[in-house]
Every structure is written in C-alpha cells, then in structure tokens.
Nanobody
Framework: QVQLVESGGGLVQAGGSLRLSCAAS????????MAWYRRAPGKQREMVAR???????NYADSVKGRFTISRDNAENTLYLQMNSLRPEDTAVYYC?????????WGQGTQVTVSS
C-alpha cells in the first residue's frame, strides 16, 4: 500500500505561482511513474504532468512552459511548480503513483486562481 498526501494548494492571483508537494509513505525510487492530475468544476479529470522512473517528463499542452514536475527521491516527495497561473488552472490537483502496476491517489488539494 502507498499513501500519498498533497499539500501546497491555495488561492493565488493570476500570474502568480504555487508549488504543490506530494509526500509518499514509502520510497518513490521504485515507483513506475508519478503524475499530477486535476479536475476542474464540471470537467473530466486530466493529466497535467508526469514523470517516469527514468526521469522522462510529459506535460499537458495547456501547462507546457509554465509548470514543472520534479521529484526528490531522498525526501520521497513529488513536486509541481506552477508559474504564470491562469484562472483556467483552477481545479483540485491530485497526486498519482503507479507502483507495482497498481494505481494510488492522494486526497487532492484545491488550487484557485483569481482573475
């Protein structure tokens, strides 16, 4: 079992920045993949960014150049640095991990961007 706990969400003005953290209950070194997803009101959940075990990263087109995913294996923590935030980035952000080919999710953290 893997527990994931997100933090770092909040209210920010457009153009501002936030950094989300996802603390895992065990070593993330052996995780197959970690990712950030988000669900905006009235919309389906979408993948925002992911990082594969070898270090390869992928981003949704809507966040490329603004968001950066990274991980700290020593701290067992996944991060999402979000810059130049827009109102359309408002959503609940979820941490996801694929470990031994099973999916694990955090409880989510709310990000609200005011115009």
């Amino acid at each position: 079992q893997v527990q994931l706990v997100e933090s770092g969400g909040g209210l920010v003005q457009a153009g501002g920045s936030l950094r989300l953290s996802c603390a895992a209950s065990k070593s993330i070194f052996s995780f197959n993949l970690m990712a950030w997803y988000r669900r905006a009101p009235g919309k389906q959940r979408e993948m925002v960014a992911r990082i594969i075990s070898g270090g390869t990263t992928n981003y949704a087109d809507s966040v490329k150049g603004r968001f950066t995913i990274s991980r700290d294996n020593a701290e067992n923590t996944l991060y999402l640095q979000m810059n130049s935030l827009r109102p359309e980035d408002t959503a609940v952000y979820y941490c996801n991990a694929l470990f031994h080919w099973s999916d694990y999710w955090g409880q989510g953290t709310q990000v609200t961007v005011s115009s």
